[in-house]
C-alpha cells in the first residue's frame, strides 16, 4: 500500500509538471553563487548543423571577453527528443542558465518547466510562444521578415505565379511565423501569386539532402509550380540545386534563409538572386548576456543593450513581456557573399 502511495504521488507530481503551463520564474533570477562559478549553457537545435556551428563562435566570445563559463551543448542531430535529454541533462549537473534554440517549442514546456523550478534561468531564441521561458530573443520581427523573404521571391517570380512554403518543421515557431509573414504579405503585396493549395507548407526536416528532394518532387508533380519560399538554413541551397538539376533556372525560383558559403555557388551563378539571415554568432553572444543580465539581478526592458550590434536597443513585441526584438537581418547577394567568412 505504502508503495502504491508512493507512486501515485510521483506520478501526480510529474503530471503537474507537465500540465501546469507556464512556470513561474519563481527562484530562477538572480544568484547568489560568485560570478566565476556560473555556468551558462547554451542548447542549439543541432551541434553538427553550420548555422549552430557558427552560434558556437559567439558562445566562445563571449566567454572569451567575460571569462564567464559559457558553452555550447546540443544533440547531434535535429531532434526534439535528443535536445530535451540534453536540457535534462545539463539540468542534472547543475547549470544556472541554460539557453535554447527549440526544435519543438511545445514539446520542450515540461523540461523548461523544470529548469526554472529548479531556479535554472532559461532563455529562448526562435520561440517567440515559449511558456515556460524567462525572456525569448528575436534578430528581429517574424513577420516582416517573412514580408521580406517574400519580396525577394516575388521580385524573381516577377510577381506572378504559383509558390509554396517550406520549413523545417510544422511545430517549428520562427519558420512557421516567417511563412505565416510571407503569404500575408503576398496576399497584400502581390495579387498575382498564388499559394499552391494541395502543399502550401512542406517540411525540409532542417536538411539540405531533404530540401532538394522535396523541390524535384513538387516541381515535377506541380508543373505550374513557379517560386518556393523556403525559411530553414537548408532550404534555398538544397531548392537551389533541384532547379539546376532540373534545368529550370530562370524559370522557377526560390528565396530563404542562407548561410553564406553554403549558397555561395548559387549566388555567383544566379540560380539564387538572394539569401537573409541574422548572424548566429552574434544571436548566441546575445543569449549569454541575457542569461548574464538575469543572474546579475539586473532589470530587463525596453532599450536594453545586449552588447553587440542588432541587439543594442532592444525593445518588447506589443504587449508581450517576454519576447524582445533586436533589429535588422543581412542580405546576402553575388556582391557581398565573399565578405562574410562563414
Known amino acids: 500500500m505504502k508503495r502504491f502511495v508512493l507512486v501515485f504521488a510521483l506520478a501526480v507530481s510529474a503530471a503537474f509538471l507537465v500540465f501546469a503551463g507556464p512556470q513561474s520564474s ?9 560570478e566565476k562559478e556560473w555556468r551558462i549553457a547554451l542548447v542549439p537545435k543541432d551541434s553538427t548543423n553550420a548555422w549552430f556551428v557558427r552560434m558556437e563562435v559567439g558562445v566562445r566570445k563571449f566567454a572569451q571577453e567575460t571569462g564567464l563559463n559559457a558553452f555550447q551543448k546540443g544533440p547531434a542531430r535535429t531532434d526534439a527528443a535528443m535536445q530535451a535529454q540534453v536540457i535534462e541533462d545539463l539540468i542534472a549537473q547543475g547549470v544556472d542558465a ?32 515559449q511558456e515556460n521561458t524567462m525572456y525569448d530573443i528575436e534578430a528581429f520581427d517574424n513577420s516582416g521578415y517573412g514580408a521580406f523573404i517574400m519580396d525577394n521571391l516575388a521580385n524573381a517570380m516577377g510577381k506572378t505565379g504559383t509558390y509554396t512554403t517550406m520549413v523545417a518543421h510544422v511545430t ?25 493549395a494541395a502543399e502550401p507548407r512542406v517540411e525540409s526536416e532542417d536538411n539540405m539532402e531533404r530540401s532538394y528532394e522535396r523541390a ?57 538572386a ?46 508581450s513581456k517576454k519576447v524582445l526584438i533586436g533589429s535588422g537581418w543581412i542580405v546576402i547577394d553575388k556582391d557581398n557573399v565573399d565578405s562574410f567568412g562563414f
Not at 505565416?180 to 501569386?193: I, L, N, R
Not at 533541384?242 to 549558397?263: C, H
Not at 539581478?297 to 525596453?302: I, L, M, Q, R
Open 26 to 34: 519563481g527562484t530562477a533570477g538572480k544568484s547568489s553563487k560568485p
Open 98 to 129: 541554460i539557453c535554447v534554440v527549440p526544435v519543438d517549442p511545445a514539446a520542450l514546456e515540461p523540461v523548461l518547466g523544470k529548469a526554472l523550478s529548479r531556479g535554472i534561468v532559461v532563455v529562448t531564441h526562435e520561440a517567440s510562444f
Open 172 to 196: 517549428n515557431a520562427s519558420h512557421n511565423e516567417w511563412a505565416d509573414g510571407g503569404v500575408a504579405h503576398q496576399k497584400q503585396a502581390y495579387p498575382g501569386m498564388t499559394l499552391l
Open 216 to 272: 524535384k518532387e513538387l516541381f515535377k508533380k506541380y508543373p505550374d509550380l513557379k517560386g518556393i519560399m523556403g525559411t530553414s538554413s537548408k532550404d534555398a541551397p538544397g531548392i537551389a540545386r533541384a532547379i539546376e538539376e532540373l534545368g529550370l533556372k530562370g524559370k522557377v525560383f526560390t528565396s530563404g534563409t542562407g548561410m553564406p558559403e553554403e549558397n555561395k555557388i548559387f549566388l555567383k551563378n544566379g540560380t539564387l
Open 274 to 319: 538572394a539569401a537573409t539571415l541574422w548572424d548566429p554568432a552574434d544571436a548566441g553572444y546575445a543569449l549569454c548576456s541575457l542569461a548574464v543580465k538575469i543572474l546579475r539581478g539586473e532589470p530587463v526592458g525596453n532599450g536594453l543593450n545586449l552588447g553587440l550590434k542588432g541587439y543594442e536597443n532592444m525593445q518588447f513585441l506589443g504587449n
